[in-house]
């Protein structure tokens, strides 16, 4: 019903994208708020000058999913919860040629630290698997802090006491090139975890299982625990 208010069209394998590109395309055309807002994210990046140790920060919310350039350590589980949520709450990156806006030099190399600010029902992860193809492990299920805000359907929240907890629902898969492949994906729903792999849709034994064909996965918001 979604799909046929705004208008939205299908179109075939021929014009077929990057599945996460093609997400955020989807919820464009949508322009529903109620939705759109559930996948919604910001972000802090800041960066101290070597000068005059000024740090300076800037909001950043461009798109809708979050973005994990490395993977964390694996475990017989999978991997270890706490890291993947230290994962998503901040990341360090060297920024080459960065001019200070308040003393003016030219910084060669310098540490630019983002973090994580405010998230919505649905968190987006996108893998760094476009170069080379690894195993990202994940978890079933992580906690995020309350000094996170979480955009609820009755407006943004923070818990004074307590987490939240994210619960895995979805995982992108591609196998091929950065040229050619194809996409499926592994969905939860009410009777179990299916495979959508075009028009074949088959229930499947286990849980989600990472591999290197998986480049994003979906969580989405279970419970909060004011403890």
Known sequence: RAMEAAKVTVTGASAQQCANEALAKFLDMLNMHPITSAFSRSYEQSITCSGCKRQFTSPRDNHIWI?????VRPTANGCNASEFTDALLHRNSEVDEYVCDDCKLKNKACIQTTRLRAVGEIMVILFEQYLVKRVFPFPQSFTLPRSVQVQTPDGKRSVTKGYYVY????????????SSGHHWAVCERVDGVYSLNDTSVQRLAGRFTPSANVHTVVYELDHIVEA
Request: with cysteine; hydrophobic share 35%; glycine share 6%.
């Open 67 to 71: 973005y994990m350039p490395q993977p």
């Open 167 to 178: 619960c895995l629902r979805a995982c992108m898969l591609h196998s091929g090139s950065m």
